[in-house]
């Protein structure tokens, strides 16, 4: 089956630090990839998705590129602020010939928290 | 305008009893999902439905039963809660079923079962 992998957080950085957080997937099709941030007490937004490989997602200075090769989605963002804390999810949506529905697997979450 | 509202958003009840979670959303969407977060934050889909139709339904006991009155609002309904139920539940939608559509997901309901 499908299954996402994060870092272990949690995470936590100076403001204008450099992030990575690194996913990794096994899919048994041509998945979609996603990063959802969910900030306290709020659901899940969309930071950026990548629908193929080699493709780039990139959203409010954060980025992740599709690797097919390595079967990994990447969150790197160069200089972060406080205002970037919360939970980081990577997840998949396999194109299974349409018969997947768009099902997320979500990877475990990673916690980022940024001190001034 | 709130997208995707679920109602209520905190929920406390023991265990046994039967409950709902209301879910409605005003983008015209065509598909509405239902997600569990667990206390470690791990978020597991439940079910989706597509038109009003069930189209995912992932290992979920028979307990939980979702119900699509219209496109708009995907409710569901618990019976006979227990403590492993709590969790928070997330409610979400996208404009069709496929896998490359941005899923919107709304505020989450905090269900505690003592």
């Known amino acids: 089956g499908n299954s996402v992998t994060q870092m272990e957080g949690p995470v936590t950085l100076s403001e204008e630090a450099f992030l990575t957080i690194n996913c990794t997937y096994t899919a048994t099709g041509y998945p979609s990839l996603f990063w959802y941030v969910q900030y306290p007490g709020e659901g899940l937004q969309l930071l950026l998705k990548a629908t193929k490989a080699d493709d780039k997602g990139s959203n409010k200075g954060f980025e992740a590129t599709y690797r097919k090769e390595t079967t990994s989605f990447h969150l790197e963002k160069g200089s972060v602020q406080v205002s970037d804390s919360a939970v980081y999810f990577c997840a998949l949506s396999e194109n299974a010939g349409g018969t997947s529905y768009g099902k997320l697997t979500f990877g475990q979450g990673t916690i980022l928290t940024v001190h001034p | 305008d709130t997208a995707v509202s679920q109602t209520p958003k905190y929920l406390v009840t023991q265990m046994g009893n039967d409950k709902s979670i209301k879910c409605e959303q005003n983008?015209?969407?065509?598909?509405m999902y239902w997600y569990k977060q667990d206390s470690k934050k791990f978020l597991k889909i439940m079910f989706s439905y597509n038109n009003k139709e069930l189209i995912i339904n992932e290992t979920v006991p028979n307990r939980f039963s979702p119900k699509s009155p219209d496109k708009a609002h995907l409710n569901l309904h618990i019976n006979s809660l227990e403590l492993g139920d709590s969790a928070v539940y997330f409610c979400?939608?996208?404009?069709?079923?496929?896998?490359?559509?941005?899923?919107?997901f709304g505020p989450g309901t905090r269900l505690t079962v003592t």
């Open positions: 983008l015209g969407h065509d598909t």
């Open positions: 979400a939608s996208s404009s069709r079923p496929g896998s490359s559509y941005e899923q919107y």
